[in-house]
């Protein structure tokens, strides 16, 4: 079912979230939701902590529409090597009508379960890389604005200001 995404300033965007224990239906209908909103957004990357589940969960599509999807669900995802630098630019579901160049390593190792348990390695570069180090941030309560130098996010957040007074 297609769930509310949370957006800046929501106070739930900035909390930690808590390591799947079990896998069980819960978590699988987090992550059938999760893929619904995000396909929905359209996005390429959503964590449950956007719809206000704090749990370690994201998935990643970067297939683009033109390419059947290929859906990456990762579940209690740790960063296990990175390297590189990239530096490029980066929207997010929960930041409305903002996106700003975001400084990232170029490739990384990712270790996380799948839906059935089972530990997989995704080694990640370009895209991929960028969208699973944000959806990785997000289940640490960090957001890619939180990685602007102070100038840039002040600009950003008097931007957002302005958004929200005017509707």
């Excluded at 999760?34 to 959503?46: C, F, K, R, S, W």
């Excluded at 579940?75 to 630019?89: C, F, L, R």
Aim: hydrophobic fraction near 45%.
């Amino acid at each position: 079912m297609i769930q509310h995404i949370l957006t800046w300033p929501d106070p739930e965007l900035k909390k930690k979230s808590a390591p799947v224990v079990v896998i069980n239906d819960k978590i699988r209908q987090l992550v059938m939701d999760m893929t619904e909103t995000m396909y929905d957004a359209p996005g390429i990357g959503l964590a449950a902590p956007q719809l206000g589940a704090l749990q370690r969960v994201v998935i990643i599509d970067v297939s683009g529409k033109e390419e059947p999807p290929e859906l990456i669900v990762a579940i209690n995802p740790i960063i296990i090597h990175a390297e590189g630098e990239s530096y490029e630019e980066e929207g997010c579901l929960s930041v409305i009508k903002y996106a700003a160049n975001v400084r990232r390593h170029a490739s990384v190792v990712v270790k996380a379960l799948n839906l059935d348990g089972e530990e997989q390695t995704h080694r990640a570069e370009g895209l991929l890389a960028v969208a699973f180090q944000h959806e990785i941030d997000h289940l640490d309560g960090i957001l890619f604005v939180d990685h602007l130098s102070p100038l840039k996010r002040e600009i950003f957040k008097r931007k957002q200001r302005r958004m929200t007074e005017a509707s």
